[in-house]
């Protein structure tokens, strides 16, 4: 069974905004990765790894909750990265207000949860993570 993608082009355009702040604030240069990677980044300086990013977009401020969800699998997959490659990896979120970016090891507090009130298939729901939004540091592009 294909499973349908829910990337719109707004979403992409959206994430390439976010990651021009990044590569502007850490002057470094971003890589778009394959969805099989689960992260959407790859962060180099000079052709070197230095990070590894997923970016995320939200439609409200930084302040309207106090987490950040995140799929336990996105984080089991970044810290796969960050322990074989020896570089970090870094969610950054997109708020109305700001950008903000933690660790993938900043992540606690498993929940079974996810996309509950507008789920749009099964894959919605699922265990999740969540960073703690007030500790996240914020990007200052």
Not at 75 to 98: G, N, P
């Amino acid at each position: 069974m294909k499973y349908q993608q829910w990337e719109s082009a707004a979403d992409i355009e959206n994430e390439q905004g976010v990651a021009s702040c990044i590569e502007r604030a850490f002057q470094c240069q971003l890589h778009k990765l394959p969805k099989s990677y689960r992260l959407d980044f790859m962060a180099t300086r000079e052709g070197d790894g230095v990070a590894w990013i997923e970016v995320k977009c939200r439609k409200h401020a930084s302040t309207k909750y106090p987490t950040v969800m995140l799929s336990l699998s996105k984080v089991l997959a970044a810290r796969e990265l960050e322990s074989i490659t020896d570089c970090k990896a870094y969610l950054v979120v997109r708020f109305t207000d700001c950008i903000k970016y933690a660790p993938f090891t900043e992540a606690h507090s498993c929940k079974w949860g996810g996309r509950t009130k507008t789920t749009r298939d099964s894959r919605d729901i699922e265990p999740v993570l969540h960073f703690t939004t007030p500790r996240m540091e914020t990007l200052k592009p």
